[in-house]
């Protein structure tokens, strides 16, 4: 996948996505990047833990750096919040600044702010690093398949690419080890609703519910770490 093309796309929503034509997958749902990414883990995992538990900081883990909209739409509401969030990301193949520069979310969001978008690109890998008083990252280059997950986690961000195209990431041993990384009462969120998806992640611990998608998709899934 590291010399996978990645053709850059306009969404619904007027936010950019990359399509990889080898795999004939995007990064994000053409129905609209950000509104993807606001529904799938901002409302239905972020803000589900904060409403459920009243937490003092964050932990969030997420599977699939990709374009950085997750982190950047966290970091944003982390200051919104005034909740210090850590936010640990794992990404084996990471874009490069070309790439980056493809990439408009400040412009649709708020262009103020480009500069924290490019400081979560810039940061060094396997560091933890400080973008604002209120939000921290760690990107870890890694191959979770082969890599031990170290952390412990209050929140997840499952965003690997669909099972039929990354099949290595949606396996038994996957669903156990980020299972073992999150604490109880932890929420996981992923866009997809296989039912062997739901099934694998309740196996490994979660109490799984499904509940409404973002636009163009009826269904995802949501868990609750036992």
Not at 150 to 157: I, K, N
Request: hydrophobic letters at 40%; glycine letters at 8%; a negative charge.
């Amino acid at each position: 996948m590291e010399n996978f093309q990645r053709k850059p796309e306009i969404t619904a929503d007027g936010s950019v996505t990359f399509y990889i034509p080898e795999i004939d997958e995007h990064y994000h749902s053409t129905n609209g990047a950000v509104v993807e990414a606001r529904h799938v883990y901002l409302k239905e995992a972020l803000q589900q833990y904060i409403t459920l538990n009243l937490p003092k900081q964050v932990r969030i883990l997420e599977v699939g750096f990709g374009t950085g909209l997750n982190a950047f739409l966290t970091l944003l509401r982390s200051e919104e919040l005034q909740i210090p969030i850590h936010y640990t990301t794992l990404e084996l193949y990471p874009l490069g600044a070309e790439q980056v520069g493809m990439l408009n979310y400040a412009e649709q969001i708020d262009a103020s702010r480009l500069h924290l978008f490019n400081a979560l690109h810039e940061a060094e890998w396997g560091e933890t690093v400080s973008i604002t008083p209120f939000f921290s990252i760690e990107k870890r280059q890694l191959d979770l398949v082969r890599s031990p997950l170290e952390g412990l986690f209050d929140v997840v961000y499952f965003d690997a690419f669909a099972p039929d195209k990354q099949p290595e990431m949606w396996t038994e041993a996957i669903y156990r080890k980020v299972a073992d990384a999150v604490i109880p009462h932890g929420i996981l969120t992923t866009y997809c609703a296989k039912g062997v998806v739901r099934r694998g992640f309740r196996d490994a611990g979660f109490a799984m519910e499904r509940i409404p998608g973002p636009p163009g998709k009826r269904e995802m899934i949501r868990g609750t770490r036992l």
